[in-house]
């Protein structure tokens, strides 16, 4: 038997923000679509502001709790996302948190090469610094930078990953968030009429919580070139803040791309693949991509909160009769987050895995 050949790996990348102003043309491995692409692109998205605060009001619930719910059942099931007003967050902590995030990418690039996703400059690991996994020669880039991290369980920290600049607010910032996603949880399982405490229970003791910082330079052709490729995310849910001055999410809903309307210190609340299984597609794992600036940075942070990788979720039972059959197949979280990448970097939904 003949001795198996190595493939080649794929050659490490610069990251993106070193190619922006290098010219008015972009290397062919980021070209995303055609010039004569016309897919349909409307106004802003109506997408609901929740307040938190009356949302989330003790019992008795008026009848303000009551609106309240009933917009956040409609953003749920149309568009997979919503803003949140009066989520407890201090303003003080999320500016500080973009300053410090603005601040890491602007550093020079061997500055933050200390942090780099590449061990011994070859190897790629899903944390740290530089661009996203590289899986073949013919793979279509998008145009962003990111630093990842793991943020929970605490104990599964890599801190030497984490730039010195940001340790302290992320640290605060995601346990302001943990907070925050632990007030919605008991509201979204009220809407299914599940108890309180049944998504809460589906983490388990080692639920996985990752931030990621994405960077998003201007782009000389942004007609042909996505910050990000359409995807849904392959969380449970997704905390995200964004740049309060420059737009560029945008969310599909029946087959036409929606602007996603940014509002300063006010979170979006993004449903992931998880959710869609275990309400038995009730709510919905929104398609969502980000377009490219030909003149200005944008900046996002987002923290993906995901069930234990151990464990299995499907949808839940009390969502399942002789009337309503099961969606989607019983699947196991590790083995899914792992498709996510291997179809995310072929313009691939892995959420088609699951259906039956």
Known sequence: MGRAVEEPRPMPLLPVQE?????????????????????????????????????????????????????????????G????????????????????????????????????????????????YGNDRVASEGQVLDWCDRLYLKVEPQDERNLPLW??????????????????????????????????????????????????????????????????????????????????????????????????????RTLLINLGDQMEIMSNGIFRSPVHRVVTNAEKERLSVALFYSVDPEREIQPAGKLVDENHQALYKKVKIKEYVAGLFEHFSQGKMVIDTARI
């Not at 190619?19 to 491995?29: I, K, M, N, Q, S």
């Open 19 to 79: 190619l922006a102003g290098a010219g008015d043309d972009v290397p062919a491995r980021y070209v995303a679509r055609a010039t004569n692409d016309a897919e349909a692109v409307a106004a802003a998205a109506p997408v609901p502001v929740i307040d938190v605060g009356l949302l989330c009001q003790l019992q008795p619930r008026g009848e303000s709790a009551t609106a309240e719910a009933a917009r956040l059942r409609t953003a749920l099931e149309s568009w």
């Open 81 to 128: 996302l919503f803003l949140v007003a009066n989520h407890g967050i201090e303003a003080p902590l999320m500016d500080a948190v973009m300053e410090a995030s603005r601040g890491f990418f602007r550093q020079p690039l061997e500055e933050k090469q200390r942090y780099t996703n590449m061990a011994d400059g070859e190897h790629f690991q899903l944390e740290g």
């Open 163 to 264: 730039p010195t600049r940001l340790r302290g607010v992320l640290q605060e910032f995601t346990a302001e968030c943990t907070k925050l996603k632990d007030r919605l949880l008991p509201e979204m399982a009220k809407l299914l009429e599940l108890d309180d405490d049944y998504f809460g229970d589906q983490f388990g003791d080692k639920a996985d919580t990752h931030a990621r910082f994405s960077y998003y330079p201007p782009c000389p052709r942004p007609d042909l070139v996505f910050g990000l490729k359409p995807h849904s995310d392959g969380s449970f849910v997704t905390l995200l803040m964004v740049d309060s001055s420059v737009g560029g999410l945008q969310v599909l809903r029946d087959g036409v791309w929606y602007d996603v309307p940014t509002r300063p």
